[in-house]
T-cell receptor, first 115, second 112 residues
Framework: DVKVTQSSRYLVKRTGEKVFLECVQDMDHENMFWYRQDPGLGLRLIYF???????EKGDIPEGYSVSREKKERFSLILESASTNQTSMYLC??????????????FGPGTRLTVL | QQQVKQSPQSLIVQKGGIPIINCAYENTAFDYFPWYQQFPGKGPALLIA?????SEKKEGRFTISFNKSAKQFSLHIMDSQPGDSATYFCAASKKGAQKLVFGQGTRLTINP
């Protein structure tokens, strides 16, 4: 079974803090993704990575950065947290099959609150 | 620009009823349409998927209907159960694209 783990289930931070969200997958997947989930807005892609040290902006990258130093680990960084970044953050991973990402496997999510 | 529009945003159905969730897309290059199911406190998980060469796909009580000309697809849940209560996301992708485009999600509640 594919397992995607996220470092924290709940996190409370203060405005201006630097925040690190960690994600680890154990199935040697090439692709990793960070989404945020907000009611009525669905899943919005922040960043994704298709290889070590490679990253691509998603639909809402502003205010975020990412790091992928090892294949199994993908980190999301909020350089200076703001209240509008309060959200559920979901990490996912997938293989690359026949020219596209295959089934995405999601972690349980991190609910971040920025005060 | 939202490329996949999902409706309704929330849906309440009695046990045994047939909830229907609809999605519409704009990009005719999309050729893979998965549905993900998310239970409270969990991440989404793939439920069922369809490609546009077929008009319908069934897996157990879950059916996807696909209308290529209308650029619409929908999820039907037969004999719905309280355990089906979850948030459902439709999505779309095209070959060569590195990401899925998700709909806004539907929060489904099945009352006993």
């Amino acid at each position: 079974d594919v397992k995607v783990t996220q470092s924290s289930r709940y996190l409370v931070k203060r405005t201006g803090e630097k925040v690190f969200l960690e994600c680890v997958q154990d199935m040697d997947h090439e692709n990793m993704f960070w989404y945020r989930q907000d009611p009525g807005l669905g899943l919005r892609l922040i960043y994704f990575s298709y290889d070590v040290k490679m990253k691509e902006k998603g639909d809402i990258p502003e205010g975020y950065s990412v790091s992928r130093e090892k294949k199994e680990r993908f980190s999301l960084i909020l350089e200076s947290a703001s209240t509008n970044q309060t959200s559920m953050y979901l990490c996912a991973s997938s293989l690359w099959v026949a020219g596209r990402p295959d089934t995405q496997y999601f972690g349980p999510g991190t609910r971040l609150t920025v005060l | 620009q939202q490329q996949v529009k999902q409706s309704p945003q929330s849906l309440i159905v009695q046990k045994g009823g047939i909830p229907i969730i609809n999605c519409a897309y704009e990009n005719t290059a999309f050729d893979y349409f998965p549905w993900y199911q998310q239970f409270p406190g969990k991440g989404p998980a793939l439920l069922i998927a369809i490609r546009p060469d077929v008009s319908e796909k069934k897996e157990g009580r879950f059916t996807i209907s696909f209308n290529k000309s209308a650029k619409q697809f929908s999820l039907h849940i037969m004999d719905s159960q309280p355990g089906d209560s979850a948030t459902y996301f439709c999505a779309a992708s095209k070959k060569g694209a590195q990401k899925l485009v998700f709909g806004q999600g539907t929060r489904l509640t099945i009352n006993p």
